[in-house]
């Protein structure tokens, strides 16, 4: 009978010296925290710089905003594999879900000046980045959220909550899903990145969850947030529409 391989054959030498990489980088600054951050509940903000010093973190981000510039996938796949393999999913998700789901709206929808002002920051592990969809009355369905965005000036006031936000507690800025036109469907929902410093801004978390014990999981709330216009990312009333294509493209 002829004997199957089971060995891969989609990485070549580059992948796997960056594999080297990573497995070094999880094995020194990961593995001896797995304990203490499932207690607290969130990794330690100091990962982001560390992973950010390996290039680690926007892979395939620009390399004018300090990314990688690097459109395969198979790298960030090896980020996964790799952290996967010590059982670290959840901290993962910190590294992972920056490179995978907020890096990618930045990248798709900033402009170079949002993009120097967040992702840049980000990107250098120097700031935490989170997006918030999720409200305590809608998951899947994203077009019913109830989060207002009302357009005042040269501002938008930003009332009301989101629920299970990841990296929600260590968050400096968050993409918000916001109505920003009450009668327009889905065609009223914008994207503003909201700076958690800002007055009105308040959070409660993590959450305590059945598993992914260290990923920080968050309540957030939005009380007249006064958020100015230059954060709106991408057109207004086109959130609807970015989410389902950039979620689509990173996923
Ligand atoms: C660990 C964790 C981290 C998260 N991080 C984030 C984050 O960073 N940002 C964020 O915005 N959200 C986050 N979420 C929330 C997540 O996106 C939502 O849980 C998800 O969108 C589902 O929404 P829901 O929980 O309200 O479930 P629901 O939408 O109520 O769905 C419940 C079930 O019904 C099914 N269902 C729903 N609609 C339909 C339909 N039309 N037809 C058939 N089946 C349907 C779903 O598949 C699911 O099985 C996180 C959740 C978890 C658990």
């Known amino acids: 009978m002829a004997s199957v391989s089971l060995a891969r054959t989609i990485f070549d030498e580059s992948h796997d010296d960056f594999r080297e990489t990573v497995r070094s980088f999880v094995e020194r600054h ?4 797995l304990d203490e951050w499932a207690e607290a509940g969130r990794v ?51 590294i992972t879900g920056f490179n995978d789901l907020i890096a990618p709206y930045l990248v798709a929808l900033g402009t170079d000046e949002q993009n120097e002002r967040w992702l840049a920051p980000m990107i250098a592990g120097d700031t935490v980045g989170a997006i918030a969809l999720t409200e305590p009355g809608t998951g899947s369905d994203l077009a019913a959220i109830t989060t207002t965005a009302r357009p005042e000036g040269d501002h938008f006031v930003l009332t009301g909550a989101k629920t299970f936000i990841s990296t ?15 009668d327009a469907g889905r065609g009223g929902i914008s994207l503003l990145c909201v700076e958690t410093d800002l007055p009105g801004f308040s959070r409660s978390g993590p959450l305590k969850k ?19 216009r230059s954060a709106l990312l991408g057109v ?16």
Not at 169 to 182: C, E, N
Not at 211 to 227: P, S
Not at 236 to 243: L, T, V, Y
Request: charged share 25%; aromatic share 6%; with cysteine.
């Open 236 to 251: 207004e009333g086109g959130g609807w529409a970015s989410c389902a294509t950039t979620s689509r493209r990173s996923a």
């Open 168 to 182: 929600g507690m260590l968050a400096d800025v968050v993409i918000v899903a916001a109505r920003t036109d009450p």
């Open 44 to 94: 330690d903000r100091g990962l982001f710089r560390e992973a950010a010093e390996l290039g680690l973190l926007g892979i395939s981000a620009p390399e004018r905003f300090g990314g990688g510039g690097v459109d395969d996938f198979r790298y960030n796949a090896i980020l996964i594999e790799e952290l996967a393999r010590v059982g670290a999913t959840a901290v993962g998700m910190s």
């Open 210 to 228: 059945v598993g992914l014990k260290a990923q920080d999981t968050a309540e957030l709330f939005f009380d007249e947030v006064r958020v100015p």
């Open 30 to 33: 990961v593995v001896p925290h």
